[in-house]
């Protein structure tokens, strides 16, 4: 990255820290939570007929939980990838502190409503945050793209698993945590905005990367691909809905295909990026077509 491009970035980065906390409400995680509901697990314990959420519904919860459990990781990564200076770390920490709620408010819901075995979801606590998380081949944009897709990717998860879960109480809790990502999502897309308007060549080059080789956060949880194949039959969170609520809305935001003054490396970078959403689209098309067939 260039020193230009550095310093747009963090002046654009220190007036979108602004602009977010002026947006953003605090809440108070506990006030979420039906505790009158809360049983001790000692004197009853957990069995499954007790939990009133759906089976895909309770899949996406706990990879969403197991995923914000993984905060660690996520924090060691990014710190390492904006450094210490100022405004990067204060909207590092901020960050990790609002997602740190995330974590507290799903853990307490699913365990006070009995939603999920509590000895699963600690062990897999423990396997998932152990193993940490490493994300070496990210660079400063590489990671702005990425996160600009998965924070709008997690808004879109947790809206679907709210709506589909028949619970009001889980649903109201889902909007509240999405708000947040959603702010998120915001301001990492603007920086990804403010990346395109100084080095397009770069940004195009980091979204071609990460459009192509986009994976949620979660996948060195346990048993992660059985998890999201049950998400992604019940409609939550499947190729359809990351390319037709995720990818393509960001592009177009971000006027990608209508850019101008192009110099041949970003317009190479945009024609590979068009025959990426070519094959993702052949995806989508092979997806539904299975889907047709079952149901025929």
Do not use: C
């Not at 080095?199 to 979204?207: E, G, Q």
């Not at 048993?223 to 049950?230: D, E, G, L, P, S």
């Amino acid at each position: 990255m260039t020193p230009q491009l550095h310093e747009h970035l963090t002046q654009r980065l220190e007036a979108a820290v602004h602009r977010h906390l002026a947006a953003a409400q605090d809440w108070l995680p506990h006030e979420y939570v039906p505790w009158a509901q809360g049983r001790d697990y000692a004197e009853l314990p957990w069995d499954e007929a007790q939990s009133r959420l759906p089976k895909p519904v309770r899949a996406a919860v706990a990879l969403n939980l197991l995923t914000e459990d993984n905060l660690p990781g996520y924090h060691g990564e990014l710190a390492r990838i904006y450094g210490a200076s100022e405004p990067w770390r204060a909207w590092l920490d901020r960050w990790t502190a609002e997602e740190g709620r995330h974590a507290i408010v799903l853990r307490d819901y699913l365990l006070v409503t009995r939603a999920v075995d509590p000895v699963a979801l600690e062990a897999d606590r423990m396997a998932t945050v152990s193993g940490g998380f490493r994300a070496p081949d990210k660079d400063m944009l590489r990671t702005i793209a990425y996160v600009s897709l998965q924070e709008l990717a997690t808004r879109v998860s947790h809206r679907s698993t709210g709506r589909l879960s028949e619970d009001p109480g889980l649903d109201r809790l889902l909007t509240r945590v999405a708000m947040d990502e959603n702010l998120h999502m915001v301001l990492y897309r603007d920086l990804t905005q403010a990346a395109l308007e100084v080095d397009p060549a770069a940004m195009l080059r980091a979204l071609v990367d990460e459009v192509a080789g986009f994976t949620m956060p979660g996948t060195g949880i346990p048993q992660f691909a059985r998890r999201a194949a049950a998400v992604a039959r019940a409609g939550i969170y499947d190729l359809r809905v990351h390319r037709d609520d995720v990818v393509l809305p960001l592009l177009r935001y971000w006027r990608v295909f209508e850019l101008t003054d192009l110099s041949p490396e970003a317009e190479a970078a945009r024609d590979e990026l068009s025959a990426v959403l070519a094959e993702l689209d052949r995806r989508v098309a092979r997806l539904l077509s299975r889907r047709e067939l079952v149901v025929a």
